[in-house]
């Protein structure tokens, strides 16, 4: 088969994990700083997003995203 014709399965994935590895953060903070936490939890959430990029946004949708006070 020519090679332009047989799509390389492997690139998209990877072009799918790069996307999700910008965007998951940007929506992550976008979310964070949108609303109100109790005491410092705004900030740890910050911070681990920032520090972990593709981990820290999907622990915060998963954990912390649920523990939120509402809109400022």
Do not use: H
């Amino acid at each position: 088969m020519d090679i332009v014709t047989e799509p390389n399965f492997s690139l998209i994935i990877w072009q799918i994990l790069i996307l999700a590895s910008i965007l998951l953060p940007i929506i992550a903070l976008i979310s964070i700083l949108k609303n109100d936490f109790k005491n410092n939890d705004k900030l740890i959430w910050v911070l681990v997003t920032l520090f972990l990029p593709f981990f820290g946004p999907i622990l915060y949708f998963i954990i912390g995203r649920p523990k939120r006070l509402g809109k400022t």
